[in-house]
């Protein structure tokens, strides 16, 4: 393109002024393959993280967005603030335990991915987080199976859904307390495991640190990890994984 | 096959002694999908870490698995060992920069892969966890681009490449220090990033802390971290992902 | 002086029971020197600190200095607190995101500083910091240039302002999640920094401990770090290199 | 006894003095209850803790017990302190993996305890302290039955051994790394469970903090923790129950 | 088991279908026995940790449970939300300093255990979680003898009742502040004491972490640690050690 | 510049193929405005951390440097390296105090600044960090005045130096053990503080991590704090300002 | 006494029944000494900390005392509990800032010491421990003087008052933030220093832990230390020196 | 004594000149005083701190101090540094346990001291950080009575002891491990108490951390703490008291 322009100059057809304001943007260009590149992401929807902003300011971001027309997710949303929200923007669903907002533009994604994400967590008391990590998987058209409370107290539970678990694509495995199931998970299946260490626990718990070490110090390979609580991100992680095996990043 | 059993009993070709024993190894087999699930990654090396064990034990377990013909990787030797380890198998090749020692049985994989791992690190004090995760890599097969010295202080480094990082299947992302150089990777590429701090640094930095806390902290979506020096299982991750993408789990 | 007083002294002008009254005002001199020397940075505010004060305090401390009819700057105010204030001494302007209230006496400082300070912060949620410097500078009567929302996750929009950061005196540089911005503008200016991390962030953030070390360990030169969300601070030690700057100290 | 001595004095067998004297010890007694209690350990050999003393102080305290006739325990000894002691006290059998040095003065206890103890361990790296906890064990005459390399990234391992495991009276359950063992034995069996925590690991596991945090916040019950890598403490508290068990307390 | 349903296969009392079925079962039997251990813990309530449970989640898992006609116990219970489920379920009792739910369905056991648990504490300000431990045992069918304000700041008090703590199966020994309570306990008695942080205390106590460490590092023998003020915890290791004690593991 | 050359194109004094590959040298600069902002800092010597480099690595860099004729200043060098070094490079000069090795090409600064950089050090322990930044600044050609081993214990000595200390541009105050010196120099003097806490103590101390807390919790303002025992990192910081003191950045 | 007793039952004015019992009590005695030590303390009130305990629990542990006709000191009352503790027992005072609850029996102690503690504390923040040290020392019948707002970053104002602090007996030096002043203090006075350290401060003051290490590691002889905010403990240990240095222990 | 000049120049006795001179050594008297204060100390031995200094730097510094016929104590000195500086300074005695260099210029201190100081100390190994203490104090002229290895875990060997710790002026009490027994001390005793935490332990004791916390946080009173393992000063605060028990300060 860059090419062009200068021919274009040779040739008359563009001035050396309407040349530098072209080639400005030309420049801008360099970083624009950035969003070039995320555009290759498409059907991602917007996400905004909901904590410490206000709802009239989620409100006002979300209303940029929908003229775009483009599927919105929202994070870390009190059920407070979400109220206010959808007062606001009907079109809007609010999940409690997950605490986050969805609005869907497109009902159906333009493409078809197969297979699907484990979301596999220990105790009832990680079903925030973890449904964080399956809502944000959904809302970007990735289906989701859940394992929830399979903890290692009681490993049968985890055994009786080992094969469903074994040919999912990514497993996204969420744990507090003492956080071992990644690791347990993780000498059991083949494919690659994002681990979420949660903030559950008390004690010498330290708000998640103690799982959090478990998950770094893993003796199963294939593990690697996220910050603390941060079920998107788990998600996130696993869906880039599942677009690759899917041949349509 | 379970099925096939029993009705191997009710129509007498089994005797119910002779159909016990089957089905102990069936019973067995329900862990023994591991080892199936494990016959999937084929063409694996087998690795050993070989921190913490002696010469002549790393020499014995050497052995045995060369019976099995297979390639072989050990990481973390060190130079003395690795000079006793070579005198009695010469078949090893040792690399001082990362400390591993490879032996390959077959030159050629059977299968071939799309695509290449980039590995990027920050400074050249970075540069044993980097060639770990390199030779990791291509002792598992896997092609591997090399991005060194980019780190964030002088970051035209990293622009210079970016297109080649870019295109990339997945990138392990090494540094030390402050450990910035994922989330700046992260805001400028498309694929997942598997992040390795490295204990390289000194006052504040407390052995890889630092980096460890800066990399699950990113504000960039799209980043996973390993243990501290852990260039080993970055690539482990990387070579998960990048098989997923070859639609050769 | 001290040898004024001696001779006066010596010829009768002055008993030994009048010097001795002056030289302790003298001997205090020793260390009124450092007021003396704060003199020398004329047109400052005074500052209070206002976290951990009552309103009524705070308004009891400002009319004493209202006395002085000198401008204040109250830094860390509560907006309960600063309602209260404000119906007392209605010449104080409030002001909500960076919780500072400031009261000018004179409109104009005595002196005229060229050049002005960057103000850099990574996301919207560092806005409380970033601003609580800005006001300090302002209230210091230095020019500010803003650059909100520029962090490393989506680099371009630092690089889009780099040349109007370049041309300020100092940076001051703030950043939660992972702190990592500072040591990507190190690495693009040619001035020092002041770099601060600030609480924002969650999980393994641990209150701004990890942007903290982040930049202390940072491999770019030519930075310094003042204490988490410590905006004031920041802005301080900009304005002191600032005035030298403008060879005015 | 008080009330013999009471009585011995009122009809003259003993004078006011010589029941002093008596009563002294009696006083003592008081705190030689402690040693009374300590007898029903009958059997028990002596221990010492030989970190930190040189081997001519272990040879004098050896000796000084040889005189009473019993078993005595050494931990913590290095080969070469080993090779001194040995030269001087030949009776002396030392375990180059365990670092102890035993002394067996009684062949065979004075009772017979049913049962066992089961020592299980994660990684070969953790055999140092196994073996410790075992050889302690077998110092105070309890069987001891190994359970080693089941760590749970191959969890069929511990499946393959987990009858046996679940017949001991009481598990000391060993790990290092990401220390999850003890969670999984825990669920899987009904006895009592001591973890011991092992600075085996590097990176993030901090010298063993990470296994020891992961115990403490084990979400199986029936679980408690001693000292990192305190391999005889995990078996002394071991052997109190396992006699506790067999009431010859 | 397995053998006879072989045979009846094998002489047609079973379809291969029906045994198929059976074998399912049987199957899961392998982890069943998991249960069939925790059958000989015969007589324990079923326990729920009531942290982070809402009023009515606790209310339906009670009813479920009360089905099977089964003791209940349920830890860490505001008294708002105990209110709110005794006024459903009034046969439940709470307790308000040890914050437990207690449901008695049967009042006597139906086995009957020798001896008791000594619960030893510090401070008043620990007695929640020893009132935790204590209640616990009762739930379980175990006595328990209190001895509470015994801190080693009066170790005079202590000594009083030191002759009927030794007489207990286990101690369980409950101390904040300095936590140093069990270590002296450690060295006048001779049976197994689980020791119990509290995070009672105030300035570098750092929420427990000074009486945790206290106690991992203490020099007496025979002690093991549970999670900070996990008096439920550290109840149920005593209670499993006082049944094998009992001989009715 | 780009005007100029679109405008060439224009009057076809360029190709369009020749003016393409102008303009990729014109993107690069957008880079390369960083080297020409570095170039402001004229004769600022090449720095090389030599911590981690071997005395041949060291060699090498230093002779490609030593090409383009500049100054050249390695900081953290042993005294082993240092010998190997000067072997082979003998106009290098060696301090063994601050661990420095430097090499001048020009005798003479090409510029001349004004007043000086004040080194304030609080024990003759924390000398060899004060040397390192002292040498560092001298190679830069800034006058530095050394105040050593007035530390808060005896503050008198400190008072004996205050004057010479307040006519300085900038001061940078080391100090290890509790670190308080800075805080007293802050509120003394009216410059800018640049504090460098060491290592330097024991028991409590951390490693440095003591002295680094209290500098960043300094209550007096005009005070920024660099990395542990970063003696090059202070003198930097200095050196910045004091050139922009000087007018010449 | 002893000696008594044994003489009375050798000539049979008691009958060894009656002895048994009066040994009981000389038994006791052994720690009753503790009691008797406590007595050499004469004068001493009876001390509460009031912090987790109820307003009715410290009224009926009040009431206990105030039958023993002492005085009583209640630390760390909160404004609510005490209106609540005054009108039911009004002979108390509350002082709002340290939060003690005092109750004076005796106005005059039957004793009289000479001399007094210093009361040094860094800023109006940590006023509340201040006042609850000097609350403290006045209950105690010990002469205060107070030296407040004395802090290093406007160090005349110590040196101001410095001779009046060398005249006392021991000073309790009080700071939070960076923690420097007992180490200022410690080099100009020769007796001891008991700091404590504060919560006050923010960020990286990491709730007192910056003040407590400072302390720890001061370079000045003469200091010792007590746990954050206990303004009680540090004046309860100068209130110890005290009195020894009034010969009246 | 500044009367006395200011008269002698009213009077013409001196010029105002020679009253400058004198004034300014006036002026510094002012901080002289400290040095007046250190005199009240007299017979006080010069105190070298011996870690981080060479053999020979403490030869020098040594010599200068020996012309004024001073004692002098050197601390922390290896045994090698010893054997050096000994031959140069046969008049020095070398302690291997304690590590301390005693010379004694004055066999006889020029007053005399009543009473003693208790160093007690828990285990064996503590010995060297007990010893330093007792020989800081005899090289000050102060008595001391030793009590070693009285533990915790064996307390009735302190109890042995208690009536003569009692009838010290003050106790220095050293202990590694959980560090409990400053506080089983504090109950016993009404004096006051200096802790010292050694770093004597293993596992989670954290280089001494563990015995900080717990002496912190003892819930007795009248003890206050040093850091880590520092001897010398526990002692020098117990000999600060000792002394003013004396009345001699």
């Keep these: 393109m860059l090419e062009d322009i200068l021919h274009q100059v ?9 040349a530098k304001e072209k080639l400005a943007t030309f420049e801008n260009l360099g970083f624009a393959k950035v969003d070039h590149h995320r555009k290759k992401r498409q059907g991602f929807p917007e996400v905004i993280f909901g904590e410490g902003k206000s709802a009239s300011q989620i409100i006002d971001i979300s209303r940029a967005m929908m003229n775009k027309q483009e599927n919105i997710l929202i994070t870390r949303v009190s059920e407070e603030k979400a109220t206010a929200i959808c007062e606001e ?29 484990a979301i596999v967590c220990a105790g009832t008391s990680d079903l925030s987080v973890a449904e964080e990590a399956a809502k944000t998987a959904e ?6 199976r859940r394992f929830y409370d399979v903890g290692v107290a ?6 009786a859904h080992i094969d469903e678990i074994r040919d999912a694509t990514v497993s ?8 071992a199931l990644p690791s347990v998970v993780g000498g059991l299946v083949s494919h690659p495991i994002i681990a979420v260490p949660t903030s559950i626990g ?16 893993s003796c199963a390979s294939g593990i690697s990890v996220v910050n603390i609580d941060n079920g998107f991100g788990g998600a996130y992680n696993a869906i880039l994984i599942h677009r690759l095996a899917n041949k349509r990043t």
């Excluded at 969805?102 to 994400?117: A, H, M, N, S, T």
């Excluded at 009681?154 to 055994?159: N, V």
């Excluded at 996204?172 to 956080?179: F, H, K, N």
Aim: hydrophobic residues 40%.
């Design 10 to 18: 040779a040739n008359g057809e563009l001035s050396p002024e309407e």
């Design 89 to 117: 923007i009907p079109s809007f669903e609010y999940d409690q335990i997950s605490r986050t907002l969805v609005r869907r533009y497109q009902e159906k994604l333009e493409y078809q991915l197969d297979g699907y994400i």
């Design 139 to 144: 809302a970007f058209g990735v289906e989701v």
């Design 154 to 159: 009681g490993i049968h539970r985890l055994f």
């Design 172 to 179: 996204v495995v969420i744990a507090g307390m003492e956080g």
């Design 202 to 217: 008390y004690g010498a718990n330290f708000q998640g640190l103690s799982a959090l070490l478990t998950m770094l110090n």
